[in-house]
């Protein structure tokens, strides 16, 4: 059997959405509607003629509403094999009609627990009768049509105009499918709620992961490689999947990872002076707190403007024309503001292929959450790195005490580190960067990449010399031996900032007073693998 004529459709639906339109349309058709509570006011008042389910049943709804469609008279109708003779043979024993179309969404549980509702609230919208309904219909698939989304109501109809009045196999396998992601994801919001919510587990027995709304990119990291962007069912920050995108071409994989990388640092500046960040391959290579999105961008590019050419930009405050202008001069893949000015938005028309997004809210750096890596055989979870360390947190354990500057730019230079993949080394001066070291295998080189990168920009601007010179350092992990400060110092550093806890913390402190330098601890590691 392929084609299915529907004669008989149940609609109990939380989202009215396009539902009068679809009785009509099914009316017209001289389909017959069964329908429950709001549901079938909502047609009734259309001028609509439709069954009450408890008029198939015989039995009134109850408790509440609770109880209304788990009956035989329902879900016989449902799952009965219509070509099989004892299912044809018990429902005409027990008077049970055949259903041919169910459409059912499900109670709002995810924006019951958005709004804050109190725990009763939000667990009377557990859908019960509904994804038993849609269960039923979606495994009896060969025989029953189910529609579980308002925006396939007009793909429904148009299938059953090309069909006269009746549904394709195909069609009703894709529907199928479809519901029973739906109710995977449905049943995996519960879940999570009642996991991390309600029982405050952080690592459940059963980890739901899931997401909707694919968007397929072009490729992943490399063209052999397919890829795809979901958002998350339930609550879940605001960020780069969300950004509106206002001109260029589509995201790349590479291009979200770069882009969610610059946002993430980016956000940690929220609500302070004008600040830029340069992301190249999930790394910052620049960035810069100034009085002005501009003087911002200028520091910012001036720490290693050769890995900025293709990067990607991020910024913490509207966007301003004479800043677009600026970031225009060099090629740019992407750029990330809470906002954009008309004049912005005019420089940037001149760039055809550069995606500028347009974020809102910058999410908050300190948000709860898991972070989830895929390995063979398995997943990796860990809380996100929300952890955070003010001035008064710091222990000085060197001789010399820092200066103000030097405190400052020591916490400039530990928020940014925290985004660098380790071993981090990052140099900075006066709220800017000056040299970046990311990803080496070892910390003494990771200090000698990012002195040769403000050497490198110090030539190319033609500074008396580096911004090294007189600059504070952070190392995301604690220094194992004191070869990498050691590099560091000769560099021109005065100042460090690391976690500590090496076996050999007192050479390492050692050497910091041989050299002159001021050092403090947080007590908080950061590796970024």
Same mark, same amino acid.
């Given at each position: 059997m392929n084609d299915v004529t529907i004669k008989r459709a149940l609609l109990s639906v939380s989202d009215k959405s396009g539902l009068v339109e679809l009785g009509q349309s099914l009316a017209q058709r001289g389909v017959e509607l069964v329908s429950t509570g709001g549901t079938a006011k909502a047609l009734r008042d259309a001028g609509l003629t439709v069954k009450d389910v408890s008029d198939l049943t015989g039995f009134p709804e109850m408790m509440d509403g609770r109880v209304k469609t788990l009956h035989p008279m329902v879900?016989?109708?449902?799952?009965?094999?219509?070509?099989?003779?004892?299912?044809?043979?018990?429902?005409e024993q027990h008077a049970i009609g055949a259903i041919d179309l169910v459409v059912v969404n499900l109670y709002p549980f995810e924006a019951t627990v958005m709004r804050g509702a109190e725990r009763p609230d939000i667990i009377e919208n557990i859908d019960i009768g509904g994804p038993s309904m849609v269960r039923s219909a979606a495994k009896n698939h060969q025989f029953v049509t189910i529609v579980t989304d308002p925006a396939d109501y007009t793909t429904l109809t148009a299938e059953l105009d090309g069909q006269d009045g009746a549904t394709s196999l195909g069609f009703r396998k894709q529907m199928a499918a479809k519901a029973f992601a739906a109710t995977a994801a449905y049943d995996s919001m519960i879940s999570q709620w009642f996991a991390f919510a309600d029982q405050g587990q952080m690592f459940p027995d059963m980890l739901a992961v899931n997401g909707k709304a694919p968007v397929e990119l072009r490729y992943g990291e490399n063209p052999h490689q397919n890829a795809a962007l979901y958002t998350p069912v339930g609550p879940h920050a605001q960020g780069i999947a969300q950004a509106e995108q206002l001109q260029g071409k589509a995201l790349s994989y590479n291009n979200y990872n770069d882009a969610d990388a610059a946002l993430e640092l980016c956000a940690e500046f929220a609500g302070g002076d004008p600040a830029v960040v340069i992301v190249k391959h999930a790394n910052p290579c620049g960035v810069a707190q100034r009085a002005s999105l501009l003087e911002a961008w200028e520091e910012a590019l001036a720490c290693d403007s050769v890995?900025?050419? /293709? =990067?990607i930009v991020a910024v913490n405050v509207p966007l301003d024309g004479p800043t677009a202008e600026a970031i225009c001069a060099i090629f740019t893949e992407v750029v990330i503001a809470p906002s954009v000015s008309d004049e912005a938005r005019e420089a940037f028309a001149k760039k055809k292929n550069l995606r500028l997004l347009v974020t809102g809210d910058?999410?908050?750096?300190?948000? /709860? =959450?898991?972070?989830?890596?895929?390995?063979t055989g398995g997943l990796l979870v860990q809380s996100r790195d929300n952890g955070a360390i003010t001035e008064a947190d710091?222990?000085?354990?060197?001789?010399?005490?820092p200066t103000e500057q030097e405190l400052k730019d020591c916490l400039f230079a530990w928020t940014v580190a925290r985004h660098v993949k380790s071993n981090a080394i990052v140099y900075a001066k006066d709220g800017a960067t000056a040299g970046i070291g990311a990803g080496q295998m070892n910390r003494r080189d990771s200090s000698r990449i990012a002195a040769m990168k403000a050497a490198e920009a110090a030539e190319k601007y033609q500074w008396a010399a580096s911004r090294a010179v007189g600059s504070a350092v952070a190392s995301d992990a604690f220094f194992p031996f004191a070869d990498g400060l050691l590099a560091a110092a000769e560099a021109g550093a005065t100042a460090i900032i690391q976690p500590g806890g090496s076996m050999r913390d007192d050479e390492v402190i050692a050497a910091a007073n041989d050299a002159g330098l001021a050092m403090v601890l947080t007590g908080m590691r950061h590796f970024r693998h």
């Open positions: 879900h016989g109708g449902l799952l009965a094999v219509r070509d099989n003779p004892e299912h044809f043979a018990a429902m890995s900025a050419f /293709g =990067g910058l999410p908050d750096p300190r948000r /709860g =959450g898991l972070a989830i890596k895929p390995i710091l222990k000085v354990v060197t001789e010399r005490q």
